[in-house]
């Protein structure tokens, strides 16, 4: 009989322990659409993923960052304290030595960048990975959650949630009957480089109702040729320089700089956006990451000028800016 009890006693704690052990960690999907299992509570994280940053800032957890790249740590204006955190590499080549002596508890990335070993690295310092994106629009929101429910701000996940959608359906309310959308061409960092099928911004051009003219090519970052552009004709040019400054200084002379070089490539006045002028600038700020339903709305007036007169991009990122991230708004980021 003494030995039964202490058989069922045993049996108790290895439940109670087992229990325990559940509530530790959370099983969330990545950006790759693996399952991983995130130990809590978590502590110290280090940021590579800028737009991943921007969420912690709207759940208020960004106190718990012990380090950023390097990029973050140069938009001192922009990320204030969190820029004098200790910089651990570039987001698509971290310094693994600096991110095991920082000891977080969590990595988080973009879903290709850096590379899969990553994760072989890290492993053997206790240190997790975790990969989101934070600027694909099919999947901003998902991410959201799961980085609220990792760090328990289910209410402020749902407050810029519930904002994102509204503006997201007030766009698509504008834009519904519009009969024929308008060519664009897209270009981003680089010059010819443009946003493909799966790219952030070509999904944010359809939400806006306009038709991507690299929207059927094969990849999602193709560099495509002077001549190409000229014979899709587009409608309406959009560039998408990364302005690291566009926050901290006045800008304005650089993207008119930008804008200038574009019309006068050679042969491109014959493409109907420039004859018209219908060439715009919008720094990266406003069209990556949680913000970017702001750029969607400026794509959506150009677009459209008619149906969207009622329409304020520039108020929209000022309040995302200053109610989301807890900034004010300043700089020059599109034009004109």
Request: proline share 6%.
């Given at each position: ?9 045993l ?5 109670a ?7 530790d ?22 940021v ?6 921007e ?8 106190d ?8 973050i ?29 920082l000891?977080?508890?969590l ?7 850096p590379?899969?070993?990553a994760?072989?690295?890290l492993?053997a ?10 600027y694909?629009?099919?999947t901003?929101?998902k991410?959201?959650r ?13 407050s810029?949630?519930?904002?994102h ?17 308008p ?6 960092y680089?010059?010819?480089k ?8 070509n ?12 929207s ?30 566009a926050?901290s ?5 650089v ?13 491109w ?12 600038i919008i ?11 702001s750029?969607?709305a400026y ?5 459209f000028p008619?149906?969207c007169?009622?329409?304020d ?24």
């Amino acid at each position: 009989m003494r030995t039964l009890r202490g058989i069922v006693v045993l049996l108790l704690v290895l439940l109670a322990a087992t229990a325990g052990r559940a509530e530790d960690f959370r099983t969330v999907m990545d950006a790759r659409g693996r399952m991983v299992k995130v130990h809590l509570p978590v502590q110290r994280i280090v940021v590579l993923n800028e737009n991943v940053l921007e969420v912690l800032r709207i759940l208020g957890a960004q106190d718990l960052v012990v380090g950023v790249s390097d990029y973050i740590a140069k938009r001192k204006q922009f990320w204030r304290e969190l820029a004098h955190r200790p910089a651990a590499g570039r987001w698509q080549e971290p310094n693994y030595e600096v991110i095991a002596s920082l000891r977080p508890d969590l990595l988080l990335c973009y879903e290709h960048s850096p590379g899969l070993d990553a994760e072989k690295k890290l492993e053997a310092f206790g240190i997790q990975v975790l990969r989101l994106n934070c600027y694909k629009l099919p999947t901003l929101t998902k991410e959201v959650r799961v980085l609220a429910a990792l760090f328990g701000r289910d209410e402020k996940a749902r407050s810029f949630i519930e904002w994102h959608g509204e503006i997201l359906s007030h766009i698509e309310r504008l834009t519904r009957d519009v009969q024929k959308p308008p060519k664009v061409y897209l270009e981003g960092y680089s010059e010819y480089k443009t946003w493909g099928p799966g790219s952030g911004v070509n999904d944010m051009c359809s939400a806006a109702g306009g038709e991507n003219v690299a929207s059927k090519l094969s990849i999602s970052y193709p560099v495509v040729t002077p001549e190409w552009v000229v014979s899709q004709n587009p409608d309406i040019i959009i560039k998408t320089p990364s302005l690291p400054n566009a926050y901290s200084r006045d800008e304005l002379h650089v993207l008119q700089t930008l804008r200038q070089k574009i019309m006068n490539r050679v042969g491109w006045e014959n493409i109907r956006a420039v004859r018209q002028g219908k060439v715009y600038i919008i720094a990266a700020d406003v069209c990556s990451g949680p913000g970017e339903v702001s750029g969607i709305a400026y794509m959506a007036k150009w677009f459209f000028p008619n149906a969207c007169q009622d329409l304020d991009p520039e108020q929209l990122y000022r309040e995302y800016l200053e109610r989301f991230q807890g900034i004010p708004y300043r700089g020059h980021h599109v034009y004109p």
